[in-house]
T-cell receptor, first 111, second 108 residues
Framework: NAGVTQTPKFQVLKTGQSMTLQCAQD?????MYWYRQDPGMGLRLIYY???????DKGEVPNGYNVSRLNKREFSLRLESAAPSQTSVYFC??????????FGQGTRLTVV | AQRVTQPEKLLSVFKGAPVELKCNYS??????LFWYVQYSRQRLQLLLR??SRESIKGFTADLNKGETSFHLKKPFAQEEDSAMYYC??????????FGQGTELSVKP
């Protein structure tokens, strides 16, 4: 049982490059989330998806787009990476009345 | 707008001392509150939630609606409690908001 799986685990990008962070879950979660974790800032919500086919902005959506491809997958795209997007990114999934389960994180560096 | 505030970035105590990690929230509706923990190099995991009113690893947290607080307490800290602790609020729309986190360091 893999749970919530993020790929890649590490990535280095040059400013202006684009990339997609992948997240897949096999726990039948309805809701899925993308966060970024920065020192002193905690976890900040980028986007979330309450159910398949819906997405909503969180606290810090600028510079990101998301796709809830199906119930299992929720991807985060950076169209033109900036150094300010250097962070650790976490995906999470949750079903009603249960806890959120997190992926292991993606450490992204933009140079 | 909903907000979760953890005023302490770092809390350092000695083994056996009591611990209280503070969490305050602002939300106009009925929130669901959680504490998550992240041990070194591990993913975040749920520690406890207010609706369960349970004690996990000796930790407890009581929701105080009057003070809009959900402080995490443990009477006797252990070295293995050293970790990052995050307070979180889930609103009625399903959004899950976290605080800034408190790093707990328990010294021998």
């Amino acid at each position: 049982n893999a749970g919530v799986t993020q790929t890649p685990k590490f990535q280095v990008l040059k400013t202006g490059q684009s990339m997609t962070l992948q997240c897949a879950q096999d726990m039948n979660h309805n809701s899925m989330y993308w966060y970024r974790q920065d020192p002193g800032m905690g976890l900040r919500l980028i986007y979330y998806s309450a159910s398949e086919g819906t997405t909503d902005k969180g606290e810090v959506p600028n510079g990101y787009n998301v796709s809830r491809l199906n119930k299992r997958e929720f991807s985060l795209r950076l169209e033109s990476a900036a150094p300010s997007q250097t962070s650790v990114y976490f995906c999470a999934g949750r079903t009603a009345n249960t806890e959120a389960f997190f992926g292991q994180g993606t450490r992204l560096t933009v140079v | 707008a909903q907000r979760v505030t953890q005023p302490e970035k770092l809390l350092s105590v000695f083994k056996g001392a009591p611990v209280e990690l503070k969490c305050n929230y602002s939300y106009s509706g009925s929130p669901e509150l959680f504490w998550y923990v992240q041990y070194s190099r591990q993913r975040l995991q749920l520690l406890l939630r207010h609706i369960s009113r349970e004690s996990i690893k000796g930790f407890t947290a009581d929701l105080n609606k009057g003070e809009t607080s959900f402080h995490l307490k443990k009477p006797f800290a252990q070295e293995e409690d050293s970790a990052m602790y995050y307070c979180a609020l889930r609103d009625q729309g399903g959004k899950l908001i976290f605080g800034q986190g408190t790093e707990l360091s328990v010294k021998p």
